[in-house]
């Protein structure tokens, strides 16, 4: 059982920046595959952003691409995504996701993942 817990969220202007964080429990965090997912009130869950376990292979949803970036720290078994130039329509509760034994694979699909966080808030007002 993978345990994902996500922080960073909150309140921020258009056009400012946060980093969310996600902590990852056991002891293989290198082999899973991680990916960020958002849902706004009213949509479906859509994809972010994923990164692979060790050739650190970073993948971005169109919409986020050159604002949005995905990193991973595996001595910390954490994953974060700083976004800048945030956007009212960025504005979501944010996921972390990740899938063991998947040290370089990745999918923009909710279905792959078998680990979810709780999710964290972020409101981007105009």
């Known amino acids: 059982q993978v345990q994902l817990v996500e922080s960073g969220g909150g309140l921020v202007q258009a056009g400012g920046s946060l980093r969310l964080s996600c902590a990852a429990s056991g002891r293989t965090f290198s082999n899973y595959g991680m990916g960020w997912f958002r849902q706004a009130p009213g949509k479906e869950r859509e994809f972010v952003s994923a990164?692979?376990?060790?050739?650190?292979?970073?993948y971005y949803a169109d919409s986020v691409k050159g604002r949005f970036t995905i990193s991973r720290d595996n001595a910390k078994n954490t994953v974060y995504l700083r976004m800048n130039n945030l956007k009212p329509e960025d504005t979501a509760v944010y996921y972390c996701?990740?899938?063991?034994?998947?040290?370089?694979?990745?999918?923009?699909?909710?279905?792959?993942?078998?680990?979810w966080g709780q999710g964290t808030q972020v409101t981007v007002s105009s």
């Open positions: 990164i692979t376990g060790t050739v650190y292979n970073t």
């Open positions: 996701a990740a899938r063991v034994y998947a040290a370089i694979s990745y999918s923009p699909d909710p279905a792959w993942y078998s680990y």
